[in-house]
């Protein structure tokens, strides 16, 4: 799921799902940033496509390069109409 956040740069899941991937991709963000190969190889072990891991170490960690973290926001959305879970919506801020 982490993957496909930093692939779309947003996606629509349940809350509690929101909550358990915005620290694994600020994670991933903060490693992108450092740049270094190590750092490389760790993001690897964990974002399995070689395009979202080049576009986390070259577009993303140079959008974020002056921002300290917070790099994901959770907007809540609403019950779904199936099941009743809480909806969200998670991206990556501007």
Known sequence: ???????????????AKSKEVAPLAEKMLTLGKRGELHNRRQAAAFITDKEVLAKTFDELADRYRDRDGGYTRVIKLGKR??????????????
């Not at 799921?1 to 809350?15: F, G, K, S, W």
């Not at 109409?81 to 501007?94: K, N």
């Open 81 to 94: 109409p199936g099941d009743g879970a809480e909806m969200a919506l998670i991206e990556l801020v501007e």
């Open 1 to 15: 799921m982490v993957t496909d956040l930093l692939r779309h740069e947003v996606i629509r899941t349940t809350h």
